[in-house]
């Protein structure tokens, strides 16, 4: 015996409660299988947004002070090249004999010998002492140590000897021993890899 469903059947007010039923039914499927993915993708979304305008914001700023960093740069780089004229990144033996033969020559002191030492190394440069054997008279040492003091490059002169002539000349009454040491900034090198192990 089939069961037949005939609206027609029903009292009104029945018609009207199942017509409110299947509505309710109606907006509660459209709810959760439309509205709430539409709600969770638009939070998703949200989410999204603001991180891109956050990284908008940090990039905008960076921007803004872009120029800042590149006078910076500029200011750096420039310092660094005023040390490198001071403490130089090598040695140059022929070079530094030259600098100090022409500060000797305008001191009008003449040198006799020119040795230098082994290096010592610190931990950001290195001290390079070198032995000076002079000629002249104490006024023109006088001068020459003025002209080192005065030079571009760092020379600290220590040890300094003194000696009188026994035979003087005009120009050459004493000679003179002394250590003058310049210093070599050392190179940073990136550190070697460890080396893996084989297995």
Request: hydrophobic share 45%.
């Amino acid at each position: 015996m089939a069961l037949e469903l005939n609206l027609n059947k029903l009292p009104w007010y029945g018609q009207v409660a199942l017509f409110v039923a299947l509505s309710l039914a109606g907006v509660g499927v459209f709810y959760q299988f439309y509205v709430v993915p539409a709600n969770a993708e638009t939070a998703v979304r949200e989410q999204q947004l603001q991180a891109l305008n956050a990284d908008i914001t940090k990039g905008m700023m960076t921007a803004t002070k872009l120029g800042e960093f590149k006078a910076q740069v500029s200011d750096l780089e420039a310092r660094l090249e005023n040390l490198r004229a001071v403490l130089p990144e090598q040695k140059d033996v022929a070079d530094l004999l030259r600098r100090i033969q022409t500060l000797a020559t305008q001191s009008n002191l003449t040198i006799r010998g020119f040795k230098p030492a082994p290096t010592v190394t610190r931990q950001l440069h290195a001290e390079w002492p070198i032995t000076l054997l002079l000629d002249g008279t104490y006024h023109n040492l006088g001068l020459f140590f003025d002209r080192v003091s005065k030079f571009s490059r760092i020379i600290n002169v220590n040890n300094i000897t003194i000696r009188a002539k026994e035979k003087p000349e005009p120009n050459s009454t004493i000679s003179a021993e002394c250590v003058a040491t310049t210093f070599v900034l050392l190179e940073t090198k990136p550190a070697a890899a460890p080396a893996t192990a084989a297995k």
